[in-house]
């Protein structure tokens, strides 16, 4: 039977340097400056495992305040059914969309940026960044905001 979870609020100074870290290296992946989680934990000195143990546990507080909205910017072919297959993988995800805009296509590619409600997402940024630069016309894929 599971339990529901126990929240509080804790200075930084009085927590592990681990969770500091964790924190840290989602940072990294959230804003593009870590492209793996490979990455991220190397550049914070933890290991992939405290990582993944604590990575769901440990979140600034600004951002459980924030709704965790994310933007998405994305480099896309101008080809029919493209955007709707993307819309398709945020809905898969669980993503909640809350904005979308596009230009006008220029030389057969598009730039689209998506904002996301993500509290509720069943699968990890990462795989779910992975599955929309997996669709056949994505050039680019990256997280903007969030």
Do not use: W
């Amino acid at each position: 039977m599971a339990t529901n979870p126990k929240y509080y609020i804790v200075e930084a100074s009085a927590l592990p340097t681990v969770f500091l870290k964790v924190a840290e290296a989602k940072r990294l992946l959230s804003t593009g400056e870590a492209s793996t989680v490979n990455e991220a934990t190397q550049m914070t000195d933890i290991s992939r495992s405290a990582f993944y143990k604590y990575r769901d546990a440990v979140m600034p507080f600004q951002n459980m305040m924030t709704g965790r909205i994310i933007t998405f910017q994305l480099l896309l072919q101008d080809e029919q059914g493209l955007l709707s297959s993307i819309l398709s993988v945020f809905a898969q995800c669980k993503a909640n969309i809350i904005t979308i805009n596009s230009i006008v296509p220029t030389n057969g590619c598009a730039v689209v940026t998506i904002s996301a409600e993500t509290m509720e997402l069943n699968v990890s940024l990462e795989e779910m960044l992975r599955q929309i630069r997996s669709a056949n016309g994505v050039i680019k894929a990256e997280v903007l905001a969030g």
